[in-house]
């Protein structure tokens, strides 16, 4: 699954301790869903979206091989 936010978090000067303390995870969790390492619980996906005040759709998209798994 592909993310846009490390470019929303740098389109808002975000760092991703300060967008970790807003969703209520670690840093690493960030860095690992950045680096499409960690796929997010809805919820979590959620939360961020809601940090962006954007749609998760907009934060995250499924790639043909999501689709095989």
């Given at each position: 699954?592909?993310?846009?936010?490390?470019?929303?978090?740098?389109?808002?000067?975000?760092?991703?301790?300060?967008?970790?303390?807003?969703?209520?995870?670690?840093?690493?969790?960030i860095a690992a869903i950045?680096?499409?390492?960690?796929?997010?619980?809805?919820?979590?996906?959620?939360?961020?979206?809601?940090?962006?005040?954007?749609?998760?759709?907009?934060?995250?998209?499924?790639?043909?091989?999501?689709w095989n798994e």
């Open positions: 699954m592909k993310n846009n936010i490390r470019v929303e978090r740098a389109r808002l000067r975000m760092s991703q301790k300060e967008l970790a303390e807003k969703a209520g995870v670690i840093r690493q969790t950045e680096q499409g390492r960690f796929n997010p619980s809805t919820v979590l996906a959620l939360k961020i979206a809601n940090i962006f005040h954007l749609t998760v759709e907009h934060l995250f998209e499924l790639e043909e091989t999501d």
